[in-house]
């Protein structure tokens, strides 16, 4: 493509990515395509000869599209948002542009230092610790399989590292029922087996019983396990339960064990200091992990990472080939060896962007209105006499479920809300998940995307009563 071209198709673009967002709600939010339908659209080999863009943007626009699930379009109520903002996505834009792979300090000095102080930011934005260090990360999943990682490594002395799993000792981690998956992918990933991964039983509130925590450790302590990493789960996937940090540090301590804090979503809740409650007890926590690009307006991907022992984690993931070594090693932070991936994305500019852009007053504004709004959604359903809450709110998830009067088979009772979502996401004016809550089939009212205002969180309830 010669310059002149990619001029004019830089500039139609964007024009259409405003287009795009102007008209977002025209869009079915859950794309309605059957499996294979797009599949079976796409040429079944590369072409021989280059096309041209506007064929290829005329495909795009014809083949693509009706196959996408519209993220940012705020009748979004499903999972966690996977959130962006204009500041965010000009700065993704600069990053693609300068296509920089910023795996040390020295291939690109601002990346590096940039991304430290993005960190020391975030942490005095939302109450961590500013001793810890922190590093940004392509997912949770990858935070929590690196803290899995290096609990490993700092318990045995860096033994298994070098020597792989050899003298038999067997470790535990140890999560609440209601945890994330990634958790099990992480402790599959580091070699130390699912059946080691404890699962505890969780309150009526869903948080982690601490108690029952207790004894676990101390049963598998009298039959010789090791146990190694407890993780603590601020805002659960499935209803944004918290565990109760304070008493499972104190356990922890006790112990000697690792404690990883998952606050994936929740974790942008810190910014208001009404909710630091959540993180009493932190300074006893080892690593902790949030992410921005869910609920703080910045693109995926932009996961943060905290540690309080930066030394435990460069050590655990250190590798020094020759073609890396610099003059700058040890004078600055080569965040490569951070983390797994040795290639890393400018991904703290998006962040500068962001915060800058809205200021972190305005940010704390959006994240509470999305909170009252997630209130007023859910004074509806207590006023309607066919709906019940589910569990009890702590940020802008709303579980609830349809019950009508007189019917009291639970099976029923789940089918019931399956059919009613189902018919809710195949019409496609919104798009909203589900949770099992006892075993109870529960709707999950998400109120967190980026452009949401009230009229669309009323039409949403309008969108569930006339499904009924
Ligand atoms: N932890 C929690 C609590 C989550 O809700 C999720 C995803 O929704 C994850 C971890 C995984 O996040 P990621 O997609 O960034 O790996």
Known sequence: MKPEEFRKHAHQLVDWMLDYYENIDKFPVKSQVSPGEILSKLPASAPQSGESMDQILKDFNELILPGMTHWQNPNFFAYFPANASFPSLLAEMLTATLASQCMIWDTSPAAAELEEQMMNWLKQMTGLPTDWAGVIQDGASTATLTAILTARETKSAYRINKEGFNNGQQFRVYCSTETHSSVEKAVKIAGLGKSNLIKIAVDDSLAMD????????????????????????????????????????????????????????????????????????IEEVDSFVFNPHKWMFTHFDCTAYFVKDEEALVRTFEILPEYLKTQSRGKVKDYRDWGIPMGRRFRALK??????????????????????????????????????????????????????????????????????????????????????????????????????????????????????
């Open 210 to 281: 601490a108690k029952a925590l207790e004894k676990a450790i101390a049963k598998d302590l009298s039959a010789g396990f090791i146990p190694l990493c407890v993780i603590a789960a601020l805002g659960t996937t499935g209803t944004t339960a918290m565990d109760p940090l304070e008493p499972i540090a104190s356990i922890c301590k006790k112990h000697e064990i690792w404690l990883h804090v998952d606050a994936a979503y929740a974790g942008t809740a810190l910014l208001l200091p009404e909710y630091r409650w959540m993180i009493e007890g």
């Open 351 to 468: 962040l500068w962007f962001v915060i800058r852009s809205f200021g972190i007053e305005g940010l704390q504004t959006k994240i509470r209105k999305h909170i009252q709004l997630a209130e007023r959604f859910e004074s509806w359903v207590l006023d309607h006499p066919d709906f019940e809450i589910m569990t009890k709110r702590t940020l802008n998830l709303v579980c609830f479920r349809y019950h009508p009067h007189g019917i009291s088979n639970e099976v029923e009772i789940n089918q019931l809300n399956e059919n009613l979502e189902n018919s809710i996401n195949s019409e496609g004016n919104i798009f909203l998940t589900h949770t099992k809550v006892h075993g109870k089939y529960t709707l999950r009212m998400v109120i967190a995307q980026t452009n949401v205002e009230e009229k669309h969180v009323e039409e949403a309830w309008g969108v569930i009563l006339s499904n009924l």
